[in-house]
């Protein structure tokens, strides 16, 4: 199957290709976000080097059980022909209410199909208060009328 769009990007193709990864990753399905990649695919997350999609769906069950209240944003930062940077910020909070933003790149590469291929994460973690929490909207979808993180200043 084909997932569109595919390469070579123009910068249209890039920002959809964005915001349709935000918009899975905002559902918090490991199953249906794992699904857009190529099932050898390869990952850096941080300090986790993963292996193929089932690698990638444990992840992110193990992720989305930990990260409560989790909403992202991401934005476009460049691309190429079948390459795309990606900065984004998202919160979460742990067990214990102890809210947090996440700031972070990526680095993606996509196969001819359009399923992202290579994964490089770069995150960081900080605190903050709940009162200084800037993502608000239901969980799941980012309303199309919300800031983005240019907007934000983030």
């Known amino acids: 199957m084909i997932r569109l769009p595919v390469p070579p990007f123009r910068y249209d193709d890039a920002v959809q290709k964005v915001r349709m990864a935000e918009d899975a990753w905002n559902t918090r399905d490991p199953e249906k976000v794992a699904l857009s990649y190529t ?10 080097f993963l ?5 990638v769906r444990v992840f992110l ?6 990260e409560t209240g989790y909403r992202l944003i991401k934005e ?19 067990a ?17 199909d359009g399923y992202m291929a290579t994964r490089h ?3 960081n973690d900080v605190p903050i208060a709940e009162a200084d929490r800037l993502f608000h909207w239901p969980q799941g979808r980012r309303p ?6 240019t907007e934000l200043d983030l």
Do not use: M
């Open 39 to 48: 099932t050898d695919t390869q990952w850096r997350n941080r300090s986790e």
């Open 51 to 55: 292996n193929g999609r089932d690698e």
């Open 61 to 66: 069950e193990r992720k989305w059980s930990v």
């Open 76 to 94: 476009v930062w460049a691309h190429t022909d079948n390459r795309i940077a990606v900065r984004f910020c998202y919160e979460y909070h742990d």
């Open 96 to 112: 214990e209410g102890q809210w947090f933003r996440a700031y972070g790149n990526e680095n993606w590469e996509f196969d001819p």
């Open 121 to 123: 994460a770069s995150i």
């Open 144 to 149: 199309d009328d919300h800031l983005g993180l």
